[in-house]
Nanobody, 122 residues
Framework: QVQLAETGGGLAHPGGSLYLSCTLSGSVFSINAMGWYRQAPGKERELVARVTGGGSTELGDSVKGRFTISRGDTPNTMYLQMNSLKPEDTAVYYC????????????????WGQGTLVNVAS
C-alpha cells in the first residue's frame, strides 16, 4: 500500500512563489529516484525536476534558475520551491518515485501521485 501524495498547489501571480511537497507513505526497500512532472492542458507531461538516489539533480530547461528540488529530512519526502512563476508554469504537478518494494517480492514500482494544480495568473 505504498502511495504518493502532493500538496502545496494553488493560485499564484506571475513572479510569485509556491512550495510543493510530496510524501511517500508506506515502507519501501529503496527509493531509486524521485521527481516532479507537470502537464498543462493540451500538452504532454514533461519533466520539471528530479533527484537520483545518488543525490544528483536534474532540472527541466524551462525551470532552470527558478525552481529548486530537494529531499526532506527523511528519504520519503521531497519538495519543489517554485520562484519567479510564469503563466506558462500553469499545470497539474505530479510527484513521481521509482522505488523497490519491501519483502516478499522486492519489485520495482513507478509511482505517481494524484497531482496538485498550480495556476499562475494575474
Amino acid at each position: 500500500q505504498v502511495q504518493l501524495a502532493e500538496t502545496g498547489g494553488g493560485l499564484a501571480h506571475p513572479g510569485g512563489s509556491l512550495y510543493l511537497s510530496c510524501t511517500l507513505s508506506g515502507s519501501v526497500f529503496s527509493i531509486n529516484a524521485m521527481g516532479w512532472y507537470r502537464q498543462a492542458p493540451g500538452k504532454e507531461r514533461e519533466l520539471v525536476a528530479r533527484v537520483t538516489g545518488g543525490g544528483s539533480t536534474e532540472l527541466g530547461d524551462s525551470v532552470k534558475g527558478r525552481f529548486t528540488i530537494s529531499r526532506g529530512d527523511t528519504p520519503n519526502t521531497m519538495y519543489l520551491q517554485m520562484n519567479s512563476l510564469k503563466p506558462e508554469d500553469t499545470a497539474v504537478y505530479y510527484c513521481n518515485a521509482l522505488v523497490r518494494t519491501s519483502q516478499p517480492n522486492y519489485s520495482v514500482l513507478d509511482l505517481w501521485g494524484q497531482g496538485t494544480l498550480v495556476n499562475v495568473a494575474s
